[in-house]
């Protein structure tokens, strides 16, 4: 029955074993290792969606003229699930991500899953493969999801096509930074931009990222781990670092990060920094903030911390800001392996709440 959203399970005849899955649980990585099943939905224009499954994670058969592979229709979310100490899995704000999951699908042309059946796809392969979910206390490890959707019409017409996948995998994730929580340096793009104005910078589609690579290139060329990227007008504003909004602390207390101009992503992270910083006593501000601001903040010691938000990068620290003639290192917190007093604070209420050792008095945590 088209859109009916009850998701049939065929179990994987071949799990991992558990000595396997131990390795994984261990030492995740990020992004590296999958759980035994994935959730599947097709959606055809005449049907709509319909054969939603949980099934064993598997390499998928597209036809290679499927519409994605050469016109890159296509969107995804990232968001983890959490163990509390009782056992029981949390995913944190998981509507935002399906509200965002909508406003990417209207810029792509790619049908919508309504926000219920996006939580309930998450549930459905959280149960199948909870054992998956790494036991609380390991440090900061959870089941990171990864929801997509493409575009499988085998049709090489520029149009919307008329049969899509949507899917959801999950991956055991530790740190997203092989620095774990210890300060990134970023190197200030001015040959690259992200994102235009009208463009496509605040949907979450794969397109963004492919764009993004080159910059990381000529970052990673310049001895650095991540680009931070200018407006596309002026060259001048500060916008976002590709995957991870970005964050400024001031000596006075003040904690500023671009406002969202319609060419950053509207990070989940993001919002609820904003949020719990407020909380912590901090005026927040979401307004322009240049280069130069930044750069000039740092010479007279106005800014005192930089950090960066995402979904896999949790908070974390940036330590050094290099561009094309110059570089300038930020804090000097030497007693918290780099990570400044301000960011290490956010970050604690941010990993306390979402793994359940502190209140949620915003109810952010829906159990999966
Ligand atoms: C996330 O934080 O979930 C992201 O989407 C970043 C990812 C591209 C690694």
């Given at each position: 029955m088209a859109d009916a959203w009850d998701f049939k399970v065929e179990l994987a005849s071949a799990p991992a074993t558990a000595e396997a899955r131990t390795a994984v649980l261990t030492k995740p990585g990020f992004g590296?290792?999958?759980?035994?099943?994935?959730?599947l939905a097709s959606w055809s224009l005449d049907r709509g969606w319909h054969d939603q499954r949980v099934t064993a994670y598997a390499p998928l058969r597209v036809s290679p003229a499927a519409a994605v592979l050469h016109y890159a229709q296509e969107i995804f979310e990232g968001l983890k699930a959490y163990r509390h100490e009782d056992g029981s899995v949390w995913a944190f704000r998981p509507e935002v991500n399906a509200a965002r999951f909508t406003r990417s699908a209207q810029r792509l042309a790619l049908p919508q899953v309504p926000e219920e059946a996006f939580i309930a796809?998450?549930?459905?392969?959280?149960?199948?493969?909870?054992?998956?979910?790494?036991?609380?206390?390991?440090?900061?490890?959870?089941?990171?999801?990864?929801?997509?959707?493409?575009?499988t019409e085998a049709a090489l017409s520029v149009?919307?096509?008329?049969?899509?996948?949507?899917?959801?995998i999950a991956s055991p994730a530790g740190p997203y930074f092989d620095t774990g929580p210890k300060p990134v340096s970023i190197w200030l793009s001015t040959s690259s931009i992200r994102a235009t104005p009208g463009g496509t910078g605040a949907a979450k589609c794969?397109?963004?990222?492919?764009?993004?690579?080159?910059?990381?290139?000529e970052a990673t060329a310049n001895g650095c781990d991540q680009v931070i990227y200018l407006d596309a007008v002026e060259r001048r504003w500060i916008e976002e670092s590709g995957s991870m909004?970005?964050?400024?602390v001031y000596a006075d207390g003040r904690i500023a990060t671009p406002?969202?101009?319609?060419?950053?992503?509207?990070?989940?992270t993001r919002d609820s920094v904003l949020e719990l910083a407020a909380d912590l006593g901090h005026k927040v501000e979401e307004r322009r903030i240049s280069a130069d601001e930044w750069r000039d903040g740092l010479r007279s010691g106005e800014i005192t911390e930089a950090f960066a938000s995402g979904t896999a990068a949790v908070i974390t620290p940036i330590g050094r800001l290099a561009w094309s003639d110059g570089n300038l290192t930020i804090g000097d917190h030497a007693a918290n392996h780099g990570v400044?007093?301000?960011?290490a604070s956010i970050r604690a209420a941010l990993l306390d709440l979402q793994y359940g050792r502190t209140a949620d008095p915003r109810n952010w945590l829906t159990r999966l």
């Open positions: 590296q290792s999958f759980t035994d099943h994935m959730v796809a998450l549930r459905a392969l959280v149960t199948v493969d909870e054992v998956w979910v790494p036991p609380a206390g390991s440090g900061e490890t959870s089941l990171y999801l990864r929801p997509y959707m493409i575009a149009r919307p096509a008329h049969e899509v996948l949507f899917g959801v794969g397109g963004n990222y492919a764009a993004s690579l080159a910059a990381l290139g909004n970005v964050f400024f406002e969202l101009s319609g060419s950053i992503l509207a990070g989940v400044g007093p301000v960011t």
